[in-house]
């Protein structure tokens, strides 16, 4: 079953403009990952935020986590067309092995 | 690149037939995963091995399937007769267990079934 839930499902932007997709999930984590998935390829890495750090940023992508409200958020700011891709969150459960539990993801499309 | 390989990149198959597809992590992959994507969905978690053991599987895996990794190192995932609801994208990920974290996807294998 997916634990994450993405919000929006679905995001249309400028580029040059900011984008922030939100996940939220429902048992206690380990981690937390974002992935992106260009269509009909693999998924590509983003960041990785673990359960004691708030905040992490790497080149134009900020991601926070919440774990009282269970809720994480990826921000990529001055976005480029090349961004456009499903984005996915993903979620190392506590005693779960490492599996991830996926969301079903955000479709952002960033127009020229 | 993740320096994780699968093979085939696609197949299309009749209902019925096996299949089989191939995953190559990269050496420090001790851990290796399979998920399943259909479309519109997040990929689902379907087995995971430990160097050469299968330590867990999913209620997914149903008795059709059945994945080994030998030498722990390359690993495959065989379909036995095959069903329509079995198209998919199948994924694989290395992760290195000293540092259990981040999880290398290949480009998966899309998995067509007439």
């Known amino acids: 079953s997916q634990q994450g839930e993405e919000d929006p499902q679905a995001l249309s932007i400028q580029e040059g403009e900011n984008a922030t997709m939100n996940c939220s999930y429902k048992?206690?984590?380990?981690?937390l990952q974002w992935y992106r998935q260009n269509s009909g390829r693999g998924l590509v890495h983003l960041i990785l935020i673990r359960s004691n750090e708030r905040e992490k940023h790497s080149g134009r992508l900020r991601v926070t986590l919440d774990t009282s409200k269970k809720s994480s958020s990826l921000l990529i700011t001055a976005s480029r067309a090349a961004d456009t891709a499903s984005y996915f969150c993903?979620?190392?459960?506590?005693?779960?092995?490492?599996?991830?539990?996926f969301g079903k993801g955000i479709t952002l499309s960033v127009r020229p | 690149d993740t320096g994780v390989s699968q093979d085939p990149r696609h197949k299309i198959t009749k209902r019925g037939q096996n299949v089989t597809f191939r995953c190559d992590p990269i050496s420090e992959h001790n851990r290796l995963y399979w998920y399943r994507q259909t479309l519109g969905q997040g990929p689902e978690f379907l087995t995971y091995?430990?160097?050469?053991?299968?330590?867990?599987k999913s209620r997914l895996l149903s008795d059709r399937f059945s994945a080994e990794r030998p030498k722990g190192s390359f690993s495959t995932l065989e379909i036995q007769r095959t069903e329509q609801g079995d198209s998919a994208m199948y994924l694989c990920a290395g992760q290195r267990e000293l540092v259990l974290d981040t999880q290398y996807f290949g480009p998966g294998t899309r998995l067509t079934v007439l």
């Open positions: 091995f430990q160097n050469e053991a299968q330590l867990e």
């Open positions: 993903a979620t190392d459960k506590t005693g779960a092995n490492s599996k991830l539990t």
């Open positions: 048992t206690s984590i380990n981690n």
